[in-house]
């Protein structure tokens, strides 16, 4: 059976379990989803499921995208993300409900990180900066020295350095199910996920367990 | 529903048996305490040196001077579930919103001017 689902970031509180504990959560939005597509071995060399999400203006979609739907006689959707699953047990045009996770369950989710812009070495990679003291001067943040000397005479390629960070694709695993609403397509795990809320976020049974 | 209403639905209601608390308060806390299977209520009496707002994560912080005037601060959070009740037993007359000097003050220094409501 297929575990995933394409949901929201609405934001994070706190709540308390049985013992009195205040634990973080973040809700996420959740389905529901309706199969697209399904991928088989047969035709497409593996086995996947593709879920939509988030009903739309039909003008906010293309013609293409609109017949895509159409074929399955499912509203317009505005996402599509697929899922591989080897034995997904659905079937196009049926639903995907939060009720595929339960309080408990230990879930990956997939966003995008919020962007930070064009940042220094300090705060992408965490490099030490120069000293703060005994006479330096402009050196606090700087990456120090990025290559040996004349040989290789250049910088390597994927050295770390300055440069855009943020807005990239990010997996938080092994997530803790904590909460699961099916009338208001709720899901609550425990901890941060990545991504400003109303960001777009896949939820996975997680690899790891 | 917006977001902040579906967050607010899932967060802790208001604790009923706590009532209003301002910094200065003498006030015994009653807090429900799991051993194994026996639930008890142990009580912490103190006064309010410090309040915080914040609707769902509203704490208030408690000091009380335990035996050979160590002093003891305890901190709860205003919905949670393991307090039972609060009771106030004497409002104090104070002119700031943290009482942090307490810390510094034993003795008769350290009494607080009652206020009568």
């Known amino acids: 059976m297929l575990k995933g689902l394409i949901g929201k970031k609405v934001g994070m509180t706190q709540i308390f379990d049985e013992a009195g504990v205040a634990i973080p959560v973040t809700l996420i939005e959740a389905g529901p989803c309706y199969v697209t597509q399904v991928r088989t071995p047969d035709k497409d060399g593996y086995s ?95 990456p120090g020295a990025r290559s040996s000397g004349t040989t290789p005479g250049r910088v390597y390629k994927g050295s770390r350095g300055p440069g855009h960070m943020g807005s990239e694709r990010v997996t938080t695993q092994n997530l803790k199910v904590v909460l699961v609403d099916e009338e208001r397509n709720l899901l609550g795990v425990r901890g941060a996920v990545p991504g400003a809320k109303g960001g777009i976020l896949l939820i996975k049974e997680a690899r790891k367990q | 529903m917006s977001n902040q209403e579906l967050l607010k639905s899932v967060e802790a209601p208001d604790n009923p048996n706590i009532p209003e608390l301002s910094p200065g308060d003498t006030v015994k806390v009653f807090l429900r305490i799991k051993e194994g299977n026996n639930e008890r209520i142990q009580e912490f009496r103190g006064t309010i040196i410090r309040m915080r707002s914040g609707g769902n994560n509203g ?9 050979n005037g160590i002093g003891v601060e305890r901190t709860f959070l205003l919905r949670s579930p393991r307090i039972e009740k609060v009771q106030v037993e004497r409002h104090s007359k104070v002119r700031r919103a943290q009482l942090y000097y307490l810390r510094d003050r034993t003795g008769k220094s350290a009494r607080l001017k009652q206020k009568f409501s």
């Open chain 2, 59 to 67: 704490n208030f912080t408690v000091r009380r001077v335990a035996s």
């Open chain 1, 48 to 142: 996947a499921v593709q879920l939509g999400f988030v009903e739309a203006k039909p003008k906010r979609l293309s013609g293409g995208q609109l017949g895509h739907l159409k074929r399955n006689n499912l509203p317009p959707l505005r996402f599509l993300r697929e899922f591989r699953a080897k034995e997904p047990g659905l079937s196009e045009g049926d639903p995907v409900k939060v009720s595929v996770f339960a309080v408990g369950d230990a879930v990956d989710v997939v966003g995008t990180s919020k962007g930070k812009g064009f940042q220094g070495g300090v705060k992408r990679y965490h490099f030490r900066g120069g000293p703060k003291t005994h006479g330096q001067s402009d050196r606090h943040r700087a």
